[in-house]
């Protein structure tokens, strides 16, 4: 290599046959050099990408928190890591009971629940950021038509095969872009709950509050992830006081962002969304995230 440096440019058509072998050992040397290089730079990429592939989860965005770490007061009952729920099972990809949510929907929550409290209330959510994983396990689940285990409580009066095209369920959630949470509202003082059995006689979610499975929020004509049509927000079968409360949650949190599922009470997603085309799949925990609580 130096020896090619060192030649004078105007000289370079007098290489003799010595410098000649030396020149052709030193390309092939260079050769070899760029070859091993490139050798090692692609180890090194199947090294990073190995890990992926023998099944390291990915993780959160920075800017995903958990609510706590913006909001302690919220009370979290997250209902997809117990077994109470319309599928019966803990759902794929919920490790730990916990909200995580995009930085900007949680302190929307935040100012909603600052409102709340002043008033009487407090927020309860039952449902956050959701990975596509869990969504998917909704979806295998719907497709088994035999397992109707949890129909008595969760979709007494409609058929299985209906609840993706009613829109009750999504194949592709909001709750899997960050910004969406499934919440209701909780009079002060809260109330402590307890735990659901699992095999216990399940109640119709729509059957008067008394009946149904006891829920410490305030009373909104059904329980949560009631798939039914009186579950319609602005259902007109709803009146009075369950009017009022639903129309209570609705006015606090649309005034901070929030847009409802017109077929859900509970169901509200914050916009702008800072994820509005990405459905994240990085598991329910705080390891996902970059700061944990
Ligand atoms: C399953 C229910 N809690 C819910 O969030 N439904 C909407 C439609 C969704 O899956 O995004
Ligand atoms: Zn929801």
Known sequence: MNRIRSLP???????????????SSAVRGLVTALATLLALTAASATAQAAP??????????????????????????????????????RIDGYRQPLCILTRPAAQALHKAQRKLLRQGYTLKVYDCYRPQRAVNHFVRWAKDLED????????PDVDKTRLFEDGYIAEKSGHSRGSTVDLTLVKLPAMPTRPYVPGEPLVPC???????????SVDMGTGFDCFDTLSHTL????QGTQRANRLLLKSTLEGLGFVN??????????????YPDTYFDFPVTTKSLTKGP
């Open 52 to 89: 992926s592939r023998a099944g390291t989860d990915p993780k959160a965005p920075a800017d995903f928190v958990a609510l706590q770490t913006v909001d302690p007061t919220i009370i979290q009952e997250m209902r997809y890591i117990t077994r109470h729920n319309f599928v019966g099972e």
């Open 261 to 274: 599922l017109a077929e859900e009470w509970w169901h509200y997603t914050y916009r702008p969304e800072p």
């Open 206 to 216: 729509y059957a008067p509050r008394s009946e149904r499975f006891p829920d410490n």
């Open 9 to 23: 440019r105007r000289n370079t058509h007098l290489i003799d046959a010595g410098d000649m072998t030396r020149l």
């Open 235 to 238: 259902d007109p079968r709803i």
């Open 148 to 155: 109707q285990a949890m129909k008595g409580e969760f979709y």
